[in-house]
């Protein structure tokens, strides 16, 4: 125990060094002050070598330090290099190379950044010499990257960033010796690294730590010292590295804003994008691609498409400057803008799902140079260009066409008097099977087409009558990901537009300043729960039921809300109880099913039942998950309903009951057991016998007062009653009571966990308070009652009735209809608020019932790129084609289809399931005389060899079909989609930043009303 505390005073002692260091660092009027630290006196880090009879943890987490070291030596050895390599033999040139006013800006930060790290360094070695006493470097991170002045020294690098390179660019551009001074440095060096490459390292730097220190808490058990260091730490590292992120994402948005604003011609769209209200979305380098009539590819051209909050602009892509200033500086191009539309008249147009124009309406298309060239339908048939691949749509009908003619001949083919072995009923139905299976892989190209396929129904300038013109644009994706992102981005930018999110938050942080920012949840819509107005009803819980729907097409899921159905329960007092189920599966929710119980509903918990083997797992994934899914319902009459749900199927499958018939307040199921928390104050533990039913497995008594809410962590649940909250252990059951609040009369309403804390909120005040989940120690305490809240919802106190914790973001809901969001971090730390809250715009006229979040991910078949979309829907020709390189898919798209040569003498072996007719009854009936030979009869037959189904019989390499992409065989992508749901009575708007009163919609003050809000999708 004395070597613990004598490293503890030794590690305060360098934490407090560190600490006088770094401060004095930043002491100087000036800004900072230039501290040499010599490697004499305090040498770099060195770890011991590593001692017997270390356990496998502590040997990993020797490792994991080792790499802490290593990489913060590398990077601190790359900023001297830019100190010394380039900005000391550039400030000392003779004759000058650049001015001292223009290097000054290149590296601007940077001496102060290396400083910074410098004075970690010292702390970190002392650290290292200590480790076999401490083994603790969390609280190292918290004290040297917490400070306020080093997140203000790289914002600062961060936001010139891109003003440093472009100060490059244009040395490398006006100054030839610049140039050549840079080739020379990049050439003497041992790996060649650019300048570039080196000054884009504190860009990357924490994101690096982030990584090292999420590795070295996966290694750290709980109860060991170092373990609420690290997660502090992590916390603190998750926070700086989002801050700088959205800078760098602003500045990079700004400047390329700027480039293109350069560009345009027209006045007004050039002052819309220099104003501060245009905001960029997204903006992606496409390939524009023209189809011709057979649907090969004519023409494919680089284009650089810019998402705004309110406009759609495609812009050409000039020449992006000399290649040897390109490859040591990226080099931003120069845009001309080839068109623009309003974001709300851009539709997406799927492969074979044309939108229907109305009768005056043309079609204009993008080939002609000037804009108000115009081509009618009749034109369309003959013109050079064709702005879709039309092949494989033309080819369904086709092949629906033959199998409708097939169908009749099959019914003549049965009228026929004689036998014949090849021609009969058999036989036509194997035709009628075969074609059947081609329309499904046909429909199945279509889809695969869409997957990096986006076309856009673009409104062009009106003909000289006066009439719309549209025309259809046709752009190819990297991937399958970024089709998914532009179509969801569309849809919610068009969402972003609407009056309720124009202002949707207002900002705490600026109480004149309304906000309403792409990345802030959209509300998607609000709708009433109920089809009877009743307003003795009352809502009471939700709950997410994920069901994968199938049948959803590619920009559907991209679209839609999370996949699955929304369980919404409610009832009057002593009265019967209702539940509405919703479908998720299309942007707004859609009523299904009303279920009617025996007594009012005060919880809902989703149950999955886990599969046995992951076989069967990925199999009940196929089919929906319909039979995994349990819906357990808590009723005020005690009893707990157990639904199993298939879609929208619903049957109650198991009925549990308490022995006083105490009201069931909360429910929540762990991996062993199901956990009812009562009236009471006890806890009702269900499990499973050896027989596997379920029963009542014991009661865990926790006072006087309700359980009001339970909380499920990894190994133990979380049960309040009163002002305490009990920890019961997961296996044992075992309990640990503690105190939450000084105010026995207070009791807990409200637990939402993230990370390895838990936010809790009570049932009076507006405060909320954070725990950790394993010392059980506070860790911070908010009061969301601030002033600029109260002054403008024109409400004198706030308290809080539903908690939810959802993509980093802590959702407060309140007495008062307010809804409230605070940004907490995302990763294993400690969920602290990091930042000024938001309160929407949209709220409920009475107290928000319940905040509950959906999330699913998409189909894993969605994110395919397989090669059905490779094969015939796309050939060679292809001319005027920027970049090949850089888009694969299109290097495999020139390979199967061979022009028109291709097609002569191609035929398609019609076969499902015959492999040969010989064993079929009569003689086979051919144009060839009884002297037939007896080879030139087999080889009428389907042999084994050519009886593989639907095989090209003269290009047997094509007809191989669905073949994962061995590039892309090991991606493990997951597109999470994610909304967050609101209940409570009536829906109103807030009227603005200065205004207290608010407005109501008319006659819907007393229904029970859902507010859904729509998060971008996140990879």
């Known amino acids: 125990s004395s070597s613990s505390s004598s490293s503890s005073s030794s590690s305060s002692s360098s934490s407090s060094s560190i600490n006088q260091s770094i401060n004095l660092l930043f002491e100087d009027d000036a800004g900072y002050l230039d501290v040499a630290v010599s490697e004499v006196k305090h040498p770099p880090p060195q770890l011991s070598p590593m001692p017997e009879g270390l356990t496998s943890q502590q040997v990993v987490r020797r490792h994991i330090l080792s790499s802490i070291i290593q990489s913060e030596r590398s990077y601190l050895e790359s900023l001297r290099r830019i100190l010394q390599e380039y900005h000391r033999p550039l400030m000392e040139a003779e004759p000058r190379i650049l001015s001292p006013r223009k290097i000054r800006p290149i590296f601007y930060r940077i001496r102060e950044i290396t400083q910074c790290h410098a004075m970690f360094q010292i702390a970190l070695a002392s650290r290292v010499a200590e480790w076999d006493s401490s083994e603790k470097i969390g609280d190292l991170f918290v004290a040297s990257f917490s400070k306020s002045m080093v997140l203000d020294v790289y914002s600062e690098y961060v936001n010139n960033f891109t003003n440093a390179m472009a100060l490059i660019k244009k040395a490398c551009l006006s100054k030839p010796a610049f140039l050549e001074f840079l080739k020379k440095k990049q050439a003497s060096s041992i790996d060649r690294i650019t300048l570039y490459g080196l000054m884009v390292k504190p860009i990357q730097r924490f994101p690096q730590f982030i990584l090292l220190l999420q590795d070295m808490l996966k290694n750290t058990s709980k109860g060991h010292v170092d373990r609420l260091p690290l997660q502090l730490a992590l916390t603190e590292l998750e926070m700086l590295a989002e801050k700088l992120n959205e ?136 013109s050079k260009w064709f702005w879709a691949p039309p092949r494989l749509y033309q080819e369904l009908q086709e092949l629906q066409h033959d199998l409708s003619v097939v169908e009749e001949v099959t019914l003549l083919v049965g009228t026929l008097q004689g ?60 991937n399958p990901l970024s089709k998914i992102s532009w179509v969801n981005r569309l849809h919610l930018a068009k969402i972003a537009l609407r009056e309720e999110n124009s202002p949707g938050w207002l900002c705490g942080e600026d109480e004149d300043r309304s906000i309403s920012p792409f990345w802030y949840p959209l509300l998607a819509c609000h709708m009433p729960v109920f089809a009877a107005r009743t307003p003795e009803r009352k809502l009471q819980a939700a709950l997410h039921n994920p069901v994968h729907c199938s049948l959803l097409g590619f920009s559907a899921a991209s679209t839609s809300l999370p996949q699955g159905y929304l369980w919404v329960a409610g009832g009057e007092e002593s009265s019967q109880g209702q539940i509405e189920i919703f479908s998720l599966n299309r942007p707004v929710p ?14 809902l918990e989703h149950v999955p039942q886990p599969s046995p083997t992951e076989e069967t797992e990925t199999e009940s994934h196929k089919t929906s998950m319909g039979n995994s899914n349990n819906i357990c319902v808590g009723l005020d009459d005690g009893r707990i309903l157990v639904y199993g749900s298939v879609d929208t199927a619903v049957q109650c499958l198991l009925t549990l009951t308490n022995p006083e018939g105490c009201p069931v307040l909360c429910l929540r199921h762990s991996s062993r057991f199901l956990f009812a928390g009562l009236r009471n104050g006890t806890v009702m533990v269900y499990g499973r016998n050896s027989s596997g039913k379920v029963v009542q497995d014991r009661c865990v008594n926790l006072g006087s007062e309700p359980v009001r809410t339970l909380l499920v962590l990894d190994d133990s649940v979380w049960a309040s009653c009163g002002n305490s909250v009990t920890v019961i252990e997961g296996a044992s059951l075992n309990t640990q009571k503690f105190e939450v609040h000084p105010d026995p009369m207070v009791g807990v309403a409200h637990m939402a966990c993230a990370g390895g804390g838990v936010w809790i909120a009570f049932s009076e005040g507006s405060s909320v308070r954070l725990f950790h989940t394993e010392t059980l120690e506070l860790l911070q305490e908010i009061n969301i009652s601030t002033p600029s809240t109260l002054m403008n919802t024109g409400q004198t106190s706030i308290r809080v009735t539903s908690l939810l914790i959802c993509q980093g973001l802590l959702w407060v809901g309140t007495a008062q209809g307010l809804i409230i969001t605070l940004p907490v971090p995302k990763l294993e730390g400690i969920p602290k608020i990091t930042g000024k809250g938001m309160t929407s715009f949209n709220a409920h006229c009475g107290p928000v019932d319940f905040l509950v979040s959906s999330t699913s991910s998409l189909s894993p078949d969605l994110l395919k790129r397989d090669s059905l979309v490779d094969s015939p829907d796309s050939s060679n020709g292809g001319e005027d084609r920027s970049d090949t390189s850089s888009q694969d898919s299109l290097q495999q798209q020139q390979q199967p289809y061979q022009g028109e040569g291709r097609s002569k003498g191609r035929c398609v072996m019609l076969q499902y399931k015959l492999r040969s ?3 079929l009854p009569g003689r086979p009936l051919t144009a060839l005389g009884d002297e037939v030979s007896v080879s030139s009869l087999e080889s009428l037959e389907h042999s084994v060899e050519d009886g593989s189904i639907y095989e090209f019989s003269d290009d047997p390499d094509v007809w191989v079909r669905g073949r994962p992409c061995e590039r892309e065989g090991g991606r493990r992508d997951r597109v999470i989609s994610t909304a967050v749901i609101s209940g409570g009575k009536g829906f109103r708007r807030l009227k603005g930043a200065s205004a207290a009163a608010a407005t109501r919609t008319s006659g819907e003050s007393l229904e029970n009303v859902l507010m859904v809000w729509q998060l971008p999708l996140t990879v």
């Open 590 to 603: 859609r009523a299904v099913k009303s279920l009617q119980v025996g007594s009012m509903v005060r919880c």
């Open 917 to 919: 007719t010989s064993g």
């Open 419 to 478: 036998t014949y072995q090849n021609l009969n009923t058999t036989v036509a139905q194997d035709w009628c099977l075969a074609l059947q299976r081609l329309i499904r892989i046909k429909e199945e190209q279509i889809q695969s087409a869409n997957k990096c396929r986006l076309r856009l129904q673009v409104p062009g300038r009106p003909d000289k009558s006066g009439r719309p013109v549209s025309f259809m644009v046709v752009f190819n994706t990297a």
């Open 247 to 382: 800078q760098k994402r602003v500045a990079d948005q700004i400047a390329e804003t700027q480039q293109l604003a350069r560009t345009v011609s027209d006045r007004l769209l050039s002052k819309q994008l220099n104003s501060e209200q245009g905001s960029l979305v997204l903006c992606e380098t496409l390939i524009e691609m023209v189809f011709g009539e057979r649907g090969q590819v004519l023409k494919s051209k680089e284009r650089k498409v810019f998402l705004f909050d309110d406009v759609l602009i495609c812009a050409n892509i000039n020449v992006k400057g000399p290649p040897d200033i390109s490859s040591l500086v990226p080099i931003g191009p120069k845009y001309t803008i080839k068109w623009s539309a309003p974001l709300q008249l851009v539709q997406v147009v799927e492969v074979g799902l044309e939108a229907p124009q109305g009768k005056d309406t043309k079609f204009q298309h993008c080939a002609s140079k000037r804009p108000s060239t115009v081509c009618t339908s009749a034109q369309n048939k003959t």
